[in-house]
């Protein structure tokens, strides 16, 4: 037991003067900007006499909630994201390879971080001729115990083997944020589907509305050919115009169940399985207050920013691997133990033995480290390129969404006035096609207003709360940064 300890003492006298080659990393620079679009981005401004017909505002104040879905007032929804999220397959793969990552950095640093410990037990069976030794017709047949304890430790003089945990940290890190940024994505898609499917059955009512209209405005003009006060031209244009409504709704109904059967599949769960909620524009409420991160803090939250500036990380650590390989290795390893002829005479007096061997190499000629270590500068240089593609394509992101809402706030506005004003015209002119004042192409031509803004109503309503979720994602969700 005393060798074993003089043995482990000489292996980590080294360590005190173990250095690292390679660059460290650095955490890039924010971007040195204060908004996202030319021009300040403001309030957006609606009426307030019709569904999400509320002004939204952009508070670089609020906070982005983690559960930010739960902004839009839905509990049905808020049961829907919190399923998806304990059951989605790619959730529960992404975790899966998350728990990859950070068991392979634990293995390698088990064994590089700390000397390797073993223990060896043996029995040997031998037989000496003793003609070889010289006396004839003399054979020796005997048994050797062997009991001893191994020590090796390989010493990471330049930090080849601390680049390399580091590499697998961020690689870690990395798979960390690709977690986060497919739950947020999940959120996202699950809220986005559901607003989907709501506008779909809004569209759908519509046309069934519009189609009981024309159905009704039939009868009247069955009835006015019979009193010869139209023709039959007249009544085949309104079954036309019937016939037409009556086909788009099958078309709108095969997108509703679309949507049912991704919303199905984005909780885990088979299309014909029954049990989830089915979502109307009644269900939301619009935000009023809109979470607007600043560029500098953007950076630090979203998850796609993060695993890429985590990816820079690890090739940078991979590049400081690959110089080191091109520097002195040290290996020291000894063991202890003892050597005898009976299991009896075992640690016994004059069976310990003990030996320490150091093993010091250095390549000379091998033209292949140079050209890993250009290849490992090469992928850094490509990940820190990558990492400004992904910064400015997140800053688009969000300055694609400003915009949007802003713009979802005119139209909106806009639909809402031209639905009123269409279903005035309609009512009008359907009394006086009823008392015989208006032609029948005044009624079709009110009829198709009145359907075609409606169906644009929705479809404004729907797109201001969609992009109101794209602003969430776009926020980054309620992310946090794991390295602080």
């Not at 209209?213 to 009835?223: D, K, M, P, T």
């Amino acid at each position: 037991m005393k060798h074993l300890k003089r043995l482990l003492v000489a292996l980590g006298l080294p360590l005190l003067s173990a250095c690292t080659v390679g660059p460290d990393a650095l955490r890039p620079e924010p971007p040195a900007i204060a908004q996202y679009t030319v021009g300040a981005v403001p309030a957006q401004t609606a009426s307030s006499g019709f569904a999400f017909g509320v002004a939204q505002t952009f508070d670089p104040a609020t906070t982005v909630r983690a559960d930010w879905w739960r902004m839009l007032g839905s509990p049905k929804l808020d049961r829907l994201i919190e399923l998806a999220l304990e059951k989605n397959p790619s959730l529960l793969a992404a975790q899966a390879t998350l728990r990859q990552a950070q068991e392979t950095y634990s293995a390698r640093a088990g064994s590089t971080l700390y000397p390797q410990l073993g223990a060896n037990l043996s029995d040997q069976r031998q037989q000496l001729n003793g003609a070889i030794q010289g006396q004839p017709d003399n054979t020796n047949l005997f048994s050797l115990y062997n009991a001893s304890v191994n020590v090796s430790y390989n010493f990471d003089i330049f930090g080849g083997n601390r680049r390399v945990l580091e590499a697998l940290a961020s690689r870690a890190e990395y798979q960390q944020y690709q977690l986060a940024g497919a739950r947020l994505t999940l959120a996202a898609n699950v809220a986005t589907s559901a607003i989907t499917q709501a506008k779909l059955a809004g569209q759908i009512q519509a046309n069934e509305v519009s189609l009981k209209a024309q159905e009704e405005q039939l009868i009247v003009a069955n009835h006015r050919l019979r009193l010869g006060q139209t023709s039959e031209d007249d009544v085949f244009a309104l079954q036309t115009e019937i016939e037409q409504t009556r086909a788009g709704i099958p078309v709108l109904r095969t997108r509703w169940e679309q949507s049912v059967h991704l919303l199905a599949v984005l909780v885990g769960q088979s299309p014909g399985q029954a049990g989830l909620p089915h979502f109307t524009l009644e269900d939301f409420t619009i935000p009023t207050h809109l979470p607007l991160v600043v560029p500098s803090e953007l950076v630090r939250r979203r998850p796609d920013i993060q695993s890429s500036e985590a990816l820079m990380r690890a090739t940078n650590a991979e590049y400081g691997a690959a110089l080191a390989r091109m520097y002195p290795q040290l290996t020291l390893s000894g063991s202890a133990g003892s050597l005898a002829l009976t299991t009896g005479t075992l640690f016994g007096s004059g069976t310990l033995f003990w030996q320490i061997l150091g093993q010091l190499t250095q390549p000379l000629f091998n033209p292949g480290l140079p050209a890993e270590s250009r290849a490992a500068l090469a992928a850094f240089e490509a990940a820190a390129s990558n990492y400004q593609v992904v910064v400015l394509e997140s800053l688009r992101n969000v300055a694609d969404v400003l915009r949007a809402l802003e713009n979802d706030a005119q139209t909106l506005n806009a639909q809402s006035r031209a639905n009123a004003a269409a279903s005035a015209l309609l009512l009008s002119v359907q009394r006086q096609y009823t008392y015989g004042t208006a032609s029948y192409l005044q009624l079709l031509i009110a009829q198709m207003q009145a359907q075609r803004t409606q169906f644009d109503l929705v479809a404004a309503q729907s797109q201001r709360l969609s992009d109101t979720v794209a602003l969430y994602q776009a926020m980054g969700g309620g992310v946090l940064n794991i390295r602080e």
